[in-house]
C-alpha cells in the first residue's frame, strides 16, 4: 500500500489559483463576513475565546499564506499538498462550531460555507484525479482516510474516546462503536489486490463512526453537525 505522503496531492502554481479561486469565492458571499479576518475577540470582548479556540483561523489569513508561497521554494511553502490547504479552511469552519452555539448566526454562516467548500474541492480532486496516475482501490480508500485525519473536524472521532463515556454503546442505535484509528488498523490488514466490494465496506466502516456522533449527540449540536459535515 502506498503511503499516505505520497497519495496526497501537490500545490504548484496552477493548483494554487484554482484554490484562490475557490477562497475568492468564499469570500464573496454574505455568509463569509465573520471569516475574512482574525476574531479580534479583545475588541468584541471574548475574553474566553483563546481559551476555546486553541488555533485561531480566517480566510484572510489564509489568502495570504497561499499567495506568499508563491515567492517560496517548495520545502519552505506552507501549502505543499492541496490536504495542507483543507486543513485551514477546514479549522476555521471547527473553531465556529467550537465557540457558537447551534442557533447563533456564525455557526449556521460556518455550516453554509463549509458545505460549499467541500462540493467546491471535491470537484477540484475529481479534475485532478482524471489527469493522475492508475490508482488501486485499496490506495483510494487511504486517500480518503488519510484526508479525513487530516480534516481539523475529525478530532473528536480519531480514537476510542467513547470507551469513556458511560452509556454511549447504549445510546448509539448501531450498538457497534468505533473510531478512525479502527477503520485504519482494518484498512492496513486488506489485500492491494482487494475487489470493487472493498469500496461499500470502507464507507460503511467510516460513515458508521460519523453516524454514532450523529446518534449521540443529536444533528443539531456541534459534534453531531461536524459529524454531519463529515459524514456527506
Avoid at 170 to 197: C, F, H, M, Y
Avoid at 212 to 227: K, R, S, V
Amino acid at each position: 500500500m502506498a503511503s499516505a505522503r505520497q497519495l496526497l496531492k501537490p500545490v504548484d502554481s496552477t493548483v494554487a489559483e484554482k484554490l484562490e479561486g475557490i477562497l475568492r469565492n468564499l469570500l464573496s458571499r454574505r455568509a463569509a463576513a465573520a471569516f475574512r479576518t482574525p476574531v479580534d475577540w479583545q475588541r468584541l470582548k471574548l475574553h474566553h475565546y483563546p481559551e476555546i479556540v486553541k488555533q485561531p483561523m480566517d480566510l484572510g489569513t489564509i489568502v495570504e499564506y497561499l499567495r506568499g508561497d508563491a515567492t517560496r521554494p517548495y520545502e519552505r511553502k506552507r501549502y505543499q499538498f492541496i490536504e495542507e490547504f483543507a486543513h485551514d479552511v477546514r479549522l476555521v469552519w471547527k473553531n465556529a462550531f467550537l465557540f457558537n452555539p447551534p442557533n447563533h448566526e456564525v455557526f449556521k454562516h460556518a455550516k453554509i460555507l463549509s458545505e460549499a467548500f467541500e462540493d467546491k474541492l471535491t470537484a477540484l480532486h475529481a479534475e485532478l484525479d482524471r489527469d493522475a496516475p492508475p490508482c488501486s482501490l485499496v490506495d483510494r480508500c487511504q486517500i480518503l482516510l488519510s484526508d479525513c485525519f487530516c480534516n481539523p473536524l475529525s478530532e473528536f472521532f480519531r480514537k476510542d474516546d467513547w470507551r469513556q463515556i458511560g452509556g454511549y454503546v447504549a445510546a448509539i442505535k448501531s450498538g457497534r462503536p468505533t473510531d478512525l484509528d479502527d477503520v485504519q488498523r482494518w484498512l492496513d490488514k486488506v489485500p492491494a489486490d482487494s475487489g470493487e466490494k472493498i469500496v461499500d465496506q470502507f464507507a460503511e466502516r467510516v460513515r458508521l463512526v460519523y453516524q454514532n456522533a450523529i446518534d449521540f449527540n443529536g444533528p443539531a449540536a456541534p459534534f453531531g453537525t461536524m459529524a454531519r459535515i463529515l459524514y456527506d
